[in-house]
Nanobody, 124 residues
């Protein structure tokens, strides 16, 4: 049974930083791409960042490019999202997801296992 668990959310002032972490268990972590999505109240779930199985390929939503960095440690079965220069518009529940394959998809249908999410709130 695959489990995906996020941690690291919280409340931060605009301009601040947060680091989210995600662990996945139940199948060989290093064989799958990992992604981060977010969902704000009343809005659709949107892609944030993705990293391929090896870490060699990453992709970001335009809204976070240059501010967020995704990384992974296959030895520890973890993926992280470093978020800098946070803006109130970044407020959302952030969800970690494990991909269906090694390919770094930027759409929801590329993922088949999801965490419960962690709340990030950025105050102005």
């Amino acid at each position: 049974q695959v489990q995906v668990v996020e941690s690291g959310g919280g409340l931060v002032q605009a301009g601040g930083s947060l680091r989210l972490s995600c662990t996945a268990s139940g199948r060989t972590f290093s064989l799958y791409a990992m992604g981060w999505f977010r969902q704000a109240p009343g809005k659709e779930r949107e892609f944030v960042a993705v990293i391929s199985w090896s870490g060699g390929t990453t992709a970001y939503a335009d809204s976070v490019k240059g501010r967020f960095t995704i990384s992974r440690d296959n030895a520890k079965n973890t993926v992280a999202l470093q978020m800098n220069s946070l803006e109130p518009e970044d407020t959302a529940v952030y969800l970690c997801a494990q991909g269906r394959s090694r390919i770094a998809y930027t759409t929801r249908d590329g993922y088949n296992y999801w965490g419960q999410g962690t709340q990030v709130t950025v105050s102005s």
